[in-house]
């Protein structure tokens, strides 16, 4: 079999470069609140589901949902937009039950569900580790619902990851259309020790079943810094930014900050992280930027979005844009407006949003500092902000998603999932079409 390898700091497939153009599939194996209209994580929005439907009820609502959000047509369409990479989103929670010993094989059959579509459409599959035990960061999209990284904390917590990727790569090493591990999503807050030692046993761990598929590594701070991580001997590993310099940068979000003064930021922060993994000489690729709708003009998103693929082309990288499929934030496909599932989290955000609850948070720790810590510094108000976000998360399971959910009945609620069947979803054909064109298809 040819697998994607390393040749020389560049991805090849047998002797031949290849560049890849992939899509990360989004809130599919790893649930994220805004993309599906829910407030809080992962666990707790499975923990809503069954407080108010049973625990029975609630396994067979998210079984239907795994095989309705992602269907043969869907990997048709990505196949059809150029796309030849796929980074697929999981949470360790699917494949290791916190209360048992041994592995959860209805996780597992959701991967091989879609490796073996992907092998079919001879897409590549880039498997995303994107939450474990206790949080790589404090955010909610690693299905933390404290705010504090405790995975760092523990090593109890890295071992079991550690196990868990040995296993991964015992039951799918063969797969040719396994591009390859990537082995945590965005570690923040961890430190330099802690992660690189993570990751030398985790490679060490994986190479025990599989010495051939590339290993991806990310850097600190959300996989955006990278002036700590070691070199490692391993010669099949790849090294996987994240950009959003939006989220770092406030003049980007500002109206007046123009599409040269915008692209010349970009140009700086990429040529910032190239500099950081130019030491390493392997390949390096942006494993997830996009672009949210907001409320911009569409024209807007849809020229930042080509900008910022026509920057990686041309420094010769590959790319991975994120989503594919949600409820119209980001994805190239989305929930119809008409959908029952839509209608809910419209209601749902008649109280939430993220923003609304960065918002609160930031009130809760204004009145601290107004009230009794007023050299609170920056730096620790962003550390707290989580925190405060964590305590709202409780009520918002109890007083927004739970008090959503009592109002439909079973019957109903277990057919939502029908909704994000590629045929009842929405395509937008102007993302269709800038990945067609940049894909070369």
């Not at 809503?48 to 609502?61: I, L, Q, R, W």
């Not at 590549?124 to 504090?148: E, K």
């Not at 998360?393 to 998603?401: D, K, M, R």
């Amino acid at each position: 079999m040819k697998y994607v390898q390393n040749k020389n700091g560049k991805f090849a497939v047998g002797n031949e470069e290849v560049r890849f153009k992939g899509i990360g599939i989004g809130s599919w194996l790893n649930l994220e609140h805004y993309m599906i209209g829910m407030p809080t994580p992962d666990c707790m929005i499975r923990d809503s589901f069954e407080k108010v439907y049973g625990v029975e009820n609630a396994e067979k609502f998210w079984d239907n949902y795994v095989y309705n959000f992602i269907q043969r047509e869907d990997i048709a369409l990505i196949k059809k937009s150029g796309i030849n990479l796929l980074r697929v989103p999981f949470n360790y929670r699917l494949l290791i039950d916190d209360n048992k010993e041994g592995w959860k094989e209805s996780g597992f059959a959701y991967l091989t569900y879609l490796l073996d579509l992907c092998d079919e459409y001879e897409i590549y599959v880039l498997l995303d580790l994107h939450t474990a035990p206790g949080g790589q960061n404090p955010d909610w999209h690693s299905d933390n619902r404290t705010g504090i990284s405790q995975f760092w904390e523990f090593r109890l917590f890295r071992r079991q990851i550690t196990r868990l990727w040995g296993e991964i790569a015992r039951r799918y090493g063969g797969r040719e259309y396994l591009f390859g591990y990537d082995l945590l999503n965005e570690p923040a807050m961890c430190g330099w020790e802690v992660l690189n030692e993570f990751y030398h046993e985790t490679i060490a761990e994986i190479r025990r079943y599989d010495s051939c598929h590339l290993i991806a590594l990310g850097g600190e701070h959300f996989a955006m810094e990278f002036g700590g991580l070691e070199q490692f001997e391993d010669s099949q590993i790849c090294i996987g930014f994240h950009f959003y310099p939006v989220c770092w940068y406030p003049r980007l979000s500002e109206p007046d900050c123009t599409r040269k003064e915008f692209n010349g930021l970009f140009r700086k922060v990429l040529q910032e992280i190239l500099e950081q993994c130019k030491k390493f000489n392997k390949p390096c690729f942006c494993g997830e930027f996009g672009f949210e709708r907001g409320t911009e003009e569409p024209a807007v998103m849809y020229t930042r979005m080509e900008d910022t693929i026509k920057l990686f082309e041309e420094y010769g990288l590959s790319w991975v844009i994120w989503t594919y499929k949600d409820l119209g934030d980001m994805g190239l496909t989305t929930a119809a407006e008409n959908s029952k599932w839509m209608k809910f989290a419209e209601d749902t955000g008649s109280s939430w949003s993220q923003d609304k609850e960065k918002a609160e948070a930031a009130e809760v720790l204004a009145l601290c500092r107004k009230l009794r810590y007023p050299i609170m510094q920056e730096e620790m108000e962003y550390k707290l902000s989580f925190r405060v976000r964590a305590i709202l998360y409780e009520l918002q399971a109890v007083y927004i998603l739970q008090a959503e959910l009592k109002k439909i009945p079973w019957e109903e609620m277990k057919e939502y999932p029908e909704d994000f069947k590629l045929k009842n979803c929405k395509i937008d054909e102007t993302f269709l079409d800038i990945l067609r064109r940049c894909s070369g298809v």
